[in-house]
Structure formats: structure tokens, C-alpha cells
């Protein structure tokens, strides 16, 4: 690990910003308090994550989380990022039922999921493999 501790209230001023890459660190503050006037934010790659983390990242277009350990379930908050287009949760050690919300993310196409403990049921899961079939072919 390379930082500990808080982030320092000044991110918020950095309104323009559209990349941070926070892997690798821990930060026992709310997120998502600090990062909310980050209006302009597309791509984040985080380490542990807390769960309301994607409240305010509306705009949020790619996300790697690829490896942070979230070890329960993928957070509800995410479903309301409404531009995501790239999630990659792959061995995040995610367990439980795959939320038919992700339905709400018309906007994905490219979804990784594998390494993880994911159940559902059928016709959901089904639906998720045509479109990562799909998108391999054409990708």
C-alpha cells in the first residue's frame, strides 16, 4: 500500500477532473462525500470501496475494480451509474445473486465478471453471456 488515511478535501476542487487511479491504497473516509463535485470524472480504478461510493458518479463511464476484494455482493449504488460502458469486477471474490438491475446499464458493453462466486437465475445469466458472446466476436 502506498497512502493510508483520509484524502485531503482539496480533491474536491479538482472539478475538471476525468481520470484517478486510487488502487493500491487504503482510505477509511466516505468517498463518495469527497469525490461528489467530481462532475467530469469518467474513469476510476479504486482499491476497497465503500458501499455507497457510486451515489454521485452519474457520469461515470468506465470502471476497473478488477482485484479490490469487495467480498460481498456488487454494490446497488453502481446500477445508478447510467453511462457506464466498461465493468470489469473480475476476482473481487463477489458472491451472491447477479441484481437484475444491471439491466439499468444500457449503455455497458464490455462486462468481466469472471473469478467470482455469482449466482442468478437463468434467464438473467443467459442474457449476460449472449452479451459478452456478442461482444467478443466483435470486439
Known sequence: MLLTGTLPPQIANLSSLTSLNLMNNSFYDSLSVQLANLHRLRFIELGEI????????????????SLSWIRTSIPMSLFKCKELQIMNLAGCALGGILPKEIGNLTMLRSLDLSFNEIEGNGKLLDAVLVFYCLFQRVG
Open 50 to 65: 465503500p458501499s455507497d461510493m457510486f451515489e454521485r458518479l452519474s457520469k461515470l463511464q468506465d470502471l476497473d475494480l
